[in-house]
């Protein structure tokens, strides 16, 4: 009980149940309710502190039971983020309470906003502090154009133009995994393919794609590891 338990930024506590400890539990990793991209509820009980770490929220509807939640027993400290996992296309005004607790005098620092891209679309998040829980409601629903474009220099693809087939080539410091995907928009932010289980050798082949200006993003879950430009001839 004099102890304490810290999840190090490199850590993750994943699942659904109840998390139940007699020290203080201080999170620097990422906490991730249910199983990555599948809904769950986790509690936990005693002393929680979000020190600069992350929970990584799913979301696939508004109903009860379509998002993940994390309910506290006691008066949690949080100051980190959230990462939003978006499994369908909320309307403005939507709202999601996904964190709640049962004392009162805790403390809720988060950003002001988190974002998440589904289909395109980038939504924008309010995150609100409330006296025993933390809310989500969608603020701006925008497309994602060729604005919100930055080039990774250690992610591109090669040739640039592309004619019909090019290869991506990756950062030094990225691992393969499951989790691993590129997803390549055309111009107006619209996804027009989808490449799962990613390696270091992953071909990109045009098919029938018509020519003009596209990007692809790098991407491990709902983090964003790197964005590249694509012209197609």
Request: proline letters at 5%.
């Amino acid at each position: 009980g004099t102890s304490t338990f810290t999840n190090f930024p490199s850590g993750r506590i994943v699942g659904s149940g109840t998390y139940d400890i007699t020290t203080t539990l201080i999170n620097e990793g990422m906490v991730v309710p249910g199983e990555e991209s599948q809904i769950g509820t986790l509690d936990i009980t005693n002393n929680f502190a979000l020190n600069g770490g992350s929970i990584q929220l799913d979301i696939s509807g508004t109903a009860s039971g379509a998002f993940d939640k994390i309910a506290i027993i006691g008066s949690p400290d949080m100051n980190g983020t959230l990462a939003i996992n978006l499994q369908f296309a909320p309307q403005l005004d939507d709202e999601f309470t996904v964190i709640t607790w049962n004392l009162n005098g805790s403390n809720c620092i988060f950003p002001e906003t988190a974002t998440s891209i589904y289909d395109g679309l980038v939504y924008t998040f309010e995150i609100n502090c409330n006296a025993n829980d933390v809310t989500l409601r969608v603020s701006e629903i925008s497309i994602l154009g060729v604005e919100d474009i930055t080039s990774s220099p250690q992610f591109y693809i090669q040739p640039n133009p592309v004619t019909d087939d090019a290869v991506f080539v990756f950062p030094s410091e990225w691992v393969p995994s499951e989790e691993i995907s590129i997803v390549i928009y055309n111009f107006t932010g619209q996804e027009v393919m989808k490449l799962s289980n990613v390696s270091e050798t992953t071909s990109f082949q045009r098919g029938n794609l018509p020519a003009g200006l596209y990007f692809a993003q790098l991407r491990e879950s709902d983090r964003l590891l790197g964005t590249s430009k694509i012209v197609l001839e």
